[in-house]
């Protein structure tokens, strides 16, 4: 089955960072050695680059609000959600408000991946937290 990736973030330029896909190596402190190989290229200046038949995979570049429902429901049913260290500028409704969003539009069953100091524990039954090869993810009940 192909995978399509859509790529959405508020900020432009965020945006054009990440379509750039060029990343210093800071941004791989906590990846193993052999995960930045297999995904990255160098540069030759200190930085890796994202190899182009991953980048091909991104399908789109979209700027999005996820506090708007229509910026949510034109992604369609979808498998797999990355939003990684969002939830952490939001109130408890605005994050239980995206959550509802986000499992409107997940496959059953859907898996909703956010950052490890984030919660929806005490915000939404329609997640179950389970770890899931070792790593922490909800899953669309």
């Known amino acids: ?13 965020a945006l054009r960072k990440a379509a750039a896909g ?13 995960m930045r190989e297999k995904y990255f290229d160098a540069d030759g200046d200190g930085a890796w680059v994202i190899k182009p038949g991953i980048k091909a995979r991104v399908t789109s570049w979209t ?5 708007r429902p229509d910026h949510i429901a034109r992604f369609g049913l979808t498998d797999v959600i990355f939003c990684r260290n969002l939830f952490i500028y939001f109130t408890p ?3 239980r408000q995206v959550a509802e969003q ?11 991946c956010i950052g490890a100091a984030e919660s929806l524990l005490r915000v939404t039954p329609r997640f179950d ?4 090869g070792g790593a ?3 899953v669309k009940s």
């Open 63 to 67: 700027r999005t609000n996820v506090v």
């Open 129 to 132: 937290l389970q770890d899931i």
């Open 1 to 13: 089955m192909p995978i399509a990736i859509h790529a959405g973030d508020a900020s432009d330029a």
């Open 136 to 138: 922490y993810v909800y």
């Open 93 to 95: 409704a605005t994050i």
């Open 22 to 34: 060029r990343y210093g190596p800071r941004a791989f402190r906590q990846l193993p050695e052999a």
């Open 102 to 112: 986000f499992a409107a539009i997940l496959s059953m069953p859907g898996f909703l």
